[in-house]
């Protein structure tokens, strides 16, 4: 029995290797049906469990949805245009971590609607975290680490919010030459809950034993 957050990886899996296989930018967006024939192929899962998978990632940013037309069937035969699916930009970035053209929200996958109390503020002009060359290893596991919590429905919109914000804060510090300990060690103790979630307790550890050997706490 697979949990819904790998049902959702294999999803997005299958449309980053169809990108990858794509002879062109018309041959990336996937339909249902080969869609769902791919996820079948690397799990065993019903058609309706992938169909209200992949609407939860059309809802939170990771997919997007459009419309193909076949301008040979529309003109002969007036059909209309298929519904087909490709990764969004956060749905890239989710395998592009630490790329330096990684431009995606840190928030997508947090609904912002379904939070009691939020406000956006931002603009075009997208400054990227700096990070010193010796804790660059850091800041990829703690980039990964915040696209799973976004992407994990075992967690509340709230919590996102919240967690984001501490791992933030250890993003951070990790533009110092001397991180601040006791920041760091605070915003990694609000994370600590992650451990007991089963698709994000191995991403935590990772960032938690770099931590604790690299910058050297007791």
Known sequence: MHTNDEIKE?????????????KGPSGIPMGIRDLTSAVKSKIDVKQQVVSSNLHSLIKNGFVDEKEVQNPYAAAKFNSKPAVKYELSRAG???FDQGSKFDLADRNTGINIQMLNSAVVI???????????EEY??????????GKRVNLSSDIKNEDKVNLQADIETIKNQLAK?????????????????????SQLSSHYESVKNWILSILGFS
């Not at 931002?122 to 010193?132: H, L, M, P």
């Not at 290893?137 to 990964?144: A, Q, V």
């Not at 030459?177 to 979630?197: C, E, F, Q, T």
């Open 92 to 94: 890239i970035s989710y």
């Open 136 to 145: 660059k290893e850091g800041y990829l596991k703690l980039e990964e680490l």
């Open 10 to 22: 294999t999803i997005l899996k299958c449309l980053y290797e169809h990108v990858q296989k794509s």
């Open 177 to 197: 030459v001397s991180p601040n300990h006791n920041i760091v060690k605070a915003a990694l103790a609000s994370l600590s809950g992650l451990a007991d979630i």
């Open 122 to 132: 931002g603009n075009q002009n997208i400054v990227k975290n700096i990070v010193r």
